[in-house]
């Protein structure tokens, strides 16, 4: 069927574009085939939004009597909102959507047409294969072999057609242990220690039956593997029970009769529908526009998904930490193995080589451990969080992989050579995608579908020179020492998004980063503050204002929205007080106000002279416990409480009467994004005031003493800061 058959309506005109922190577009609606694109019309418009209908996971639409709306919820997790005029220009536009985003046969999928300028499908396909792994590692073949047993994928439909097998283990010994596994998967290496020989096997669960079946060859094979040790380590991702249950259906688990020299470890990790649900309540957490801190963390907690993490780094690090420190091979399957099976063995072997710690290393890790031993990706990634349908076979795996592969990437930011960016495309195109790498369930599929010769690799395309320097993480250093997360609880964290290392000096760069990345927002926050400043005035000068004003013109040149946070410390003595008002005099004695006096007026007049959608909000002192000081007037309202935990003893820098205003960091987000969300025609200025409390460092002192009563706090006033302290002082916004 062509797609023009789905297509009733293909273009629309005057239709509206809603976006978080994106002021509303008016523009031309455009469907196709394969893509949903929205052109801005108006003048000063910024140019095109061009999504994949196979992105979209869900949709919801309103009609009325002349026009309707169409909400769009994306598998990468964005939210979009289409107002189109004319009732039936809507629900055809919706019919299109809905019908075309959900095609599902594969050679009709955006990849098989997808022919950019830059590669050819004669290029090589893929990064890594058994063949080439295997010619790698001379330092296994007395012990390993290559084995073509499984060629026309006759054996196992979900391996490739080369595995790495025992050597004293013949093609005929592994036709019977692979109708002795399910699946077909019988136990192959996929990592050779080094240093000290061991290996990682995997497989899927033996078909042990309530009878409690045997296989002699199977046996056989995990015996030769721990010849000359003592024994062997089998990691069941199941619970000891579920593994029990499992024969019941004609699965099953080693028994330590059969396999007495293998030691059997359960470590249950969650899959399937549970995992998937996790990911759907985790989303809906982070969409909770209620602004409560107690319902936001109950929220998180109830979607587990920081515990599947959790449990997955350290079922990861017992496996690294079998082979690595106690020197003992290990055999990793749960029921199937191509879900956590993959997942842990990825994960140790990040932990343990640094080889696979390189960007070109980590992708070729992921296409030999995932993409090439048989992780469904068509069905694990067929819907993401939003998805109205019921509930299949899908799993975000890949996706809490990607997260567990973040935590060691904050944990260690000097021993991966690859950058947050990378993680955060992978996770997108796992989902939906220009390349035919994640297309399929198996190696088998997508070599009867000819993938490899009507598509592009996404791998590939990566390591090309302007991805590579994109993707690549400049703090990185090579070493060759394991990598061992920490999985307490306070050491995991909630992924957020892509941070970029830039200089605000760099003009070129940022540049660069923002035509790459496609900003739309620009939030300026480099400045240094007001008692750091003062020691350095030529340095403040430099970022202060200098920095500023890349910043200014490359919003202008490419139409971004742009929000510079002001400070109280813009106000001077001569300004008014009780309260200070919007509009006033203003004569700092700083040079970190007077520059930011500077940004306030320097936004304003390009506003009124270009259009440049500019705000501001002057800050009082922001405090936070999960900020370090960082050289402002206010530092003692967070460093009195690290001392009085620590030595039990501050020394203040201001009069113990001396009175600031101050902001907890919570109220200051949201008072920002609150800002930046509220629509342009409803400012009547492009600077305000934002306030919160003020108190003195004696009454801080007091409130902390009934709880650490032997709290000391001295008082040595700092001349600059003290000054700079009388002045903010004087404003009560």
């Known amino acids: 069927m062509e797609f023009s058959e789905h297509i009733k309506t293909a273009n629309v005109e005057d239709a509206v574009l809603r976006q978080p922190l994106h002021p509303p577009s008016r523009g031309t609606l455009c469907v196709t085939g394969h893509h949903l694109l929205f052109s801005d019309r108006e003048e000063g418009g910024c140019g095109q939004v061009l999504l994949l209908l196979r992105n979209i996971d869900a949709t919801d639409k309103r009609i009325s009597a002349s026009s309707g709306t169409i909400t769009i919820k994306c598998k990468d997790l964005r939210v979009l909102q289409l107002d189109i005029p004319g009732m039936e220009q809507c629900l055809n536009i919706a019919h299109s959507i809905e019908t075309l985003s959900s095609l599902d046969r594969v050679p009709e999928m955006y990849p098989f047409f997808y022919r950019p300028s830059d590669l050819s499908l004669q290029d090589p396909w893929g990064l890594s294969s058994p063949e080439k792994h295997y010619s790698q590692m001379e330092e296994l073949h007395d012990r390993w072999r290559l084995s073509n047993v499984n060629r026309g994928y006759s054996v196992c439909t979900t391996y490739p057609p080369a595995v790495i097998v025992p050597k004293d283990i013949n093609d005929d010994m592994l036709l019977k242990v692979a109708k002795f596994r399910q699946?077909?998967?019988?136990p192959v290496l996929c990592y050779y220690h080094r240093k000290n020989g061991m290996v990682i096997m995997r497989s899927s669960q033996p078909l042990t039956g309530a009878n409690r079946k045997r296989c002699g060859e199977d046996e056989l094979l995990l015996q030769v593997v721990i010849d000359g040790s003592d024994k062997g380590y089998i990691i069941d991702t199941r619970s000891s029970q579920q593994a029990q249950q499992a024969r019941i259906t004609g699965g099953g688990f080693e028994?330590?009769?059969?396999?007495?020299?293998?030691?059997?470890?359960?470590?249950?990790?969650?899959?399937?529908k549970a995992l998937q649900e996790s990911l759907i309540k985790l989303v809906e957490a982070c969409g909770d526009e209620s602004h409560n801190v107690d319902r936001w963390l109950s929220k998180l907690e109830n979607s587990k998904w920081l515990s599947h993490v959790q449990t997955a780094l350290s079922t990861a690090g017992l496996l690294a930490e079998c082979v690595e420190r106690d020197g003992h091979s290990?055999?990793?399957?749960?029921?199937?193995?191509?879900d956590s099976t993959l997942l842990i063995s990825t994960l140790a072997q990040l932990i343990m080589d640094p080889c696979c710690r390189t960007l070109e290393g980590f992708l070729a890790l992921l296409e030999r451990e995932w993409v090439q031993a048989g992780h469904p990706f068509q069905q694990r990634c067929a819907h993401s969080a939003y998805s109205h349908a019921r509930l299949q076979q899908e799993s975000p795996l890949f996706l809490l992989l990607l997260d567990c592969v973040w935590q060691l990437w904050r944990q260690f930011p000097l021993a991966l050579g690859f950058s947050e960016a990378l993680l955060l495309r992978l996770a997108t195109e796992a989902y939906v995608s220009d390349y035919g790498t994640f297309l399929c369930n198996s190696d088998q599929e997508r070599c009867s579908l000819q993938v490899k010769e009507k598509t592009h690799c996404l791998f590939r395309a990566l390591l090309r020179p302007k991805e590579r320097e994109h993707y690549s993480n400049p703090l990185y250093e090579h070493t060759e020492l394991a990598i061992w997360p920490s999985v307490h609880p306070q050491s995991l964290q909630l992924w957020r998004g892509p941070f970029v290392y830039a200089d605000v000096l760099d003009y070129k760069n940022l540049r660069e980063l923002i035509v790459n990345n496609r900003i739309t927002w620009l939030i300026h926050y480099s400045a240094l503050l007001s008692a750091v400043g003062e020691a350095n005035v030529a340095l403040a000068r430099k970022i202060n204002i200098t920095g500023l004003h890349n910043v200014l013109d490359l919003a202008l040149e490419n139409c971004l929205r742009l929000f510079v946070p002001s400070t109280v410390g813009a106000f001077g003595p001569s300004s008014p007080r009780d309260p200070a008002p919007d509009l006033c005099i203003q004569r700092p004695r700083t040079i970190y106000g007077v520059s930011k006096v500077h940004g306030e007026l320097m936004g304003e007049y390009l506003h009124h002279k270009y259009g440049l959608d500019f705000r501001c909000l002057r800050y009082p002192g922001v405090i936070s416990v999960n900020s370090s000081p960082g050289g402002g007037?206010?530092?003692?309202?967070?460093?009195?409480?690290?001392?009085?935990?620590?030595?039990?003893?501050?020394e203040c820098y201001l009069r113990p009467d001396t009175r600031l205003p101050m902001m907890h960091i919570s109220d200051c987000h949201r008072a920002t994004v609150e800002f930046m969300q509220t629509p342009e025609s409803q400012l009547s200025l492009r600077t305000y005031n934002i306030g919160a409390m003020s108190f003195t460092p004696a009454e801080v002192a007091q409130e902390i003493r009934k709880h650490l009563p032997n709290l000391k706090v001295t008082y040595n006033p700092d001349s600059v800061r003290?000054?700079?302290?009388?002045?903010?002082?004087?404003?009560?916004?």
């Open 183 to 186: 699946g077909g998967r019988f």
């Open 255 to 272: 028994s330590k009769s059969c396999y007495g020299r293998w030691k059997r470890l359960h470590r249950q990790m969650e899959r399937g």
């Open 330 to 338: 290990v055999l990793v399957h749960g029921s199937e193995g191509t």
């Open 633 to 650: 007037t206010t530092d003692y309202a967070v460093q009195i409480f690290h001392d009085a935990l620590s030595t039990g003893h501050h």
């Open 722 to 733: 003290q000054t700079i302290g009388i002045t903010s002082a004087m404003i009560a916004l």
